[in-house]
């Protein structure tokens, strides 16, 4: 492993999407997560919404390839993320994430989701050590 | 009870899930979050609709994978998978198990799912 983050280091953001109708079956199709909410828009509509939710998961699994990017003599051991305020079609979401502490060998970022209007749409976790490969 | 089943890491199913989700190139494991694309198996989707009462539709609230060591592409591997109920407000939560053929623990998938009263059009 190269030398190891410091506390506070910020990785290079990201911002993922606009996601269109097309984007969202894919997911759908890929991950089995067919809930109508986020494939039919008047289904997202009926709960307030005003377009159909982009996965939770398409978003936190996005986190991946930026962290990846970042330091690739890293392995994940661990991911999380909460979904909070849902990111719709057609806006762009903005990834962060930080290097919030070093647990020994464990390295823990922060993972914050903005939706384009600014509004946390995932807070997440990832402990990372160094890969075997 | 805990529901138990064989997935296998296909080459092919990785590269689909990668360009879903913005990687420029599937990486040479199966990333952390592949896991997540085993919900679509029959029989986890069953019990997920078993347990989900009428009129209540689950929305994805959290979700979060373990790793004692990494997934291998074309490799099989053993899910056990326990479902919980929390009330106020309420949620399943699923808790999957990945095992190694040989028994060895591989990781772990925590799905936690918020039940909402169905949309009108959903139903």
Known sequence: MSAPPKAGEKIAPRIIGPFDAAALRAYAEISGDDNPLHLDRAIAAQVGLGGRPVHGMKILAAFEPMIFAWRPDLALIELSGQFLTPALEEETIALSARVAKLDGEVIVLRLTAQTASGAPALIGEARLRASEN | ?123
């Open chain 2, 1 to 123: 009870m805990a529901t138990r089943l064989r997935v296998r890491v296909e080459a092919e199913t990785v590269a689909d899930f990668c360009a879903e989700t913005g990687w420029e190139a599937a990486p040479a494991s199966p990333p952390a979050a592949f896991p997540a694309v085993w919900l679509r198996e029959p029989a986890l989707k069953q019990i997920f609709r078993e347990a989900t009462p009428p009129g209540l539709v689950p929305v994805h609230e959290a979700q979060k994978f373990f790793y004692a060591r990494p997934l291998e592409i074309g490799a099989d591997y053993d899910l056990t998978v326990e479902l919980a109920r929390e009330n106020m407000p309420e949620r399943l939560i699923a808790t999957a198990r990945i095992f190694a053929k040989d028994g060895a623990a591989v990781g772990e998938m925590i799905v936690t799912l918020r039940l909402f009263a169905t949309p009108e059009g959903a139903r």
